[in-house]
């Protein structure tokens, strides 16, 4: 009869750990395949805030997500090169805004109208915040992480735009 070594045990123990990360991505994903539908009939047909919903269903994902141990950073929300990442933020937002500016100024139109602006703009600015974060950091990474293979990361991008 052979006694377990402290290689064993060590393997064991990363296999539990992957095991339980893996339940984790899991239980992301069977989440945002219910919650969609939820959102849609919220959104579509009631007419209610989706707003609301979506900061709901953020808070419901941070705390599983906390819960499991697993590091917000693997979801893609950290603070690292978070100057570097304003920064081409900026230079790419510039890049697209420059042309068009050039073409109302050269059509005569006004280059903003402000009666159109109201504070539904700087709510969606943090709405798209939170979107990102779900749609794009936990569905991308939940999905990565449950299919196996190969292309496992092209399939979940494929998913996650679909």
């Known amino acids: 009869m052979s006694y377990p070594t402290e290689d064993s045990e060590r393997k064991n123990c990363r296999r539990e750990g ?36 979506q900061i709901f269903f953020f808070a419901i994902v941070v705390a599983i997500i ?26 790419a937002s510039i890049f697209l805004m420059v042309p068009i500016l050039l073409f109302k100024m050269r059509t005569g139109g006004p280059l903003f109208n402000w009666s159109l602006f109201n504070w539904s703009v700087p709510a969606y600015i943090i709405i798209a915040m939170f979107q990102e974060f779900l749609m794009r950091g936990v569905s991308l990474t939940a999905i990565e992480h449950v299919f196996s293979g190969r292309h496992h990361a092209i399939v979940a991008i494929v998913m996650v735009q679909s």
Do not use: D, Q
């Open 66 to 91: 906390k819960r499991s141990g697993i590091s917000l950073k693997k979801f893609g929300l950290n603070t690292a090169k978070w100057k570097r990442a304003i920064g081409e933020s900026l230079f």
């Open 18 to 53: 992957a095991l339980r990360k893996r339940e984790v991505f899991l239980l992301l994903f069977v989440s945002i395949l219910v919650v969609l539908p939820i959102y849609n009939v919220f959104n579509i047909l009631l007419g209610l805030s989706s707003s609301i919903f």
